[in-house]
């Protein structure tokens, strides 16, 4: 009874995450990703003026904006499921989806860079905040470049 019920949960589940796509509208899987983006950019936009010492450096300050980037760094791709290449206004480029697996590629190698600014922030140094900071625009524009148009 209990592993059934268990099992039931389960398939539920699995049967939610993969009809997501079919849930929601592509006008609403744009706004998302472009949501998530607009995110991002609220959180890079502070780090980028307080390592360029436009900003005074308040670590504190940094280090909540760092972890909000790498939470959001997960999310980065969810919003471009198949059948959202239209339906709103969209800059993506139609390679997201003929070259996925690049896509994911881009998206993974984000991922991988702001847990580096993370760990950068909390030791609060700010020759290591401004490399890990480079590695992680440079993997925003890595991406941009390759499949967002102009
Ligand atoms: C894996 C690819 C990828 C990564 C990584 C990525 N972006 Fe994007 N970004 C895109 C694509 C594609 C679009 C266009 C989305 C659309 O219009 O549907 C976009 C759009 C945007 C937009 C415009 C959103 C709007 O208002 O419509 C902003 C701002 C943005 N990205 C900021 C960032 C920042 C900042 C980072 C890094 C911290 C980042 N992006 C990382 C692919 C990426």
Same mark, same amino acid.
């Given at each position: 009874?209990?592993?059934?019920?268990?099992?039931?949960?389960?398939?539920?589940?699995?049967?939610?995450?993969?009809?997501?796509?079919?849930?929601?509208?592509?006008?609403?899987?744009?706004?998302?990703?472009?949501?998530?983006?607009?995110?991002?950019?609220?959180?890079?936009?502070?780090?980028?003026?307080?390592?360029?010492?436009?900003?005074?450096?308040?670590?504190?300050?940094?280090?909540?904006?760092?972890?909000?980037?790498?939470?959001?760094?997960?999310?980065?791709?969810?919003?471009?499921?198949?059948?959202?290449?239209?339906?709103?206004?969209? @800059?993506?480029?139609?390679?997201?989806?003929?070259?996925?697996?690049?896509? @994911?590629?881009?998206?993974?190698?984000?991922?991988?860079?702001?847990?580096?600014?993370?760990?950068?922030?909390?030791?609060?140094?700010?020759?290591?905040?401004?490399?890990?900071?480079?590695?992680?625009? @440079?993997?925003?524009?890595?991406?941009?470049?390759?499949?967002?148009?102009?």
């Amino acid at each position: 009874m209990h592993m059934r019920s268990k099992l039931a949960v389960a398939l539920a589940l699995a049967g939610t995450a993969l009809s997501a796509q079919a849930q929601f509208k592509p006008e609403e899987a744009i706004a998302y990703r472009q949501g998530i983006m607009k995110a991002q950019r609220w959180n890079l936009v502070p780090m980028a003026m307080m390592v360029q010492g436009k900003m005074p450096y308040d670590q504190a300050v940094f280090l909540t904006k760092a972890q909000r980037l790498n939470a959001l760094s997960s999310m980065t791709a969810d919003g471009f499921v198949p059948g959202s290449e239209a339906g709103a206004p969209t @800059k993506a480029r139609p390679e997201i989806w003929s070259n996925a697996a690049g896509f @994911k590629q881009a998206a993974d190698q984000f991922a991988a860079e702001t847990p580096k600014l993370v760990a950068a922030a909390q030791s609060g140094n700010m020759d290591q905040i401004k490399a890990a900071f480079g590695g992680v625009v @440079k993997s925003c524009d890595n991406c941009h470049d390759n499949f967002r148009s102009r």
